[in-house]
């Protein structure tokens, strides 16, 4: 069985590439705490590199940027290449099968700053109303 579940933040812009038959590749690297303290008393981080095809990549590619929160599951995949120097490079990355947001994303953020002004709290299902809103 190979199955991964990471959550995380994107530690760049997701970099979308197209094959030379179209076929849509994004890579990026999220920054995935670990769930306990080194022995220095903090929380280490681990790098890990995601590859997502098709239309997972370009959702990916146009809702995520630097920073943002994701929750990907997939499976680990190794492959191996020759360098120009001649060495063989292994390289191990996690291949996205599925995403989702798990935190509002500065994008969001963002967005929800420049809307007007409601009198609907948009985190919480009440309403806020101050007495000049009141026709009596």
């Known amino acids: 069985m190979n199955n991964v579940n990471l959550q995380g933040r994107l530690t760049k ?3 979308l590439k197209h094959t ?4 849509a590749v994004a890579s990026f690297t999220i920054a995935v705490e670990r769930p306990f303290k080194g022995a220095n008393g903090e929380r280490e981080t681990d790098f890990i590199n995601v590859v997502a095809w098709r239309k997972t990549a370009e959702i ?6 630097k920073g943002d929160g994701i929750i990907i599951q997939g499976r680990i995949q190794t492959r191996n290449y020759e360098n120009n120097e001649g060495k063989r490079v292994y ?3 996690v ?4 995403f989702s947001f798990p935190l509002q994303n500065k994008k969001q953020e963002r967005n929800k700053s420049q809307q ?5 709290d948009r985190d919480e299902d ?3 109303v ?5 026709p009596f």
């Open 13 to 15: 812009d997701v970099e």
């Open 20 to 23: 030379g038959s179209g076929t």
């Open 60 to 65: 990916i590619n146009q809702y995520f940027n």
């Open 91 to 93: 390289i191990t990355e």
């Open 95 to 98: 291949v996205a099968d599925n």
């Open 116 to 120: 007007d002004d409601s009198p609907f």
């Open 126 to 128: 009440s309403v806020q």
């Open 130 to 134: 101050d007495d000049s809103m009141l």
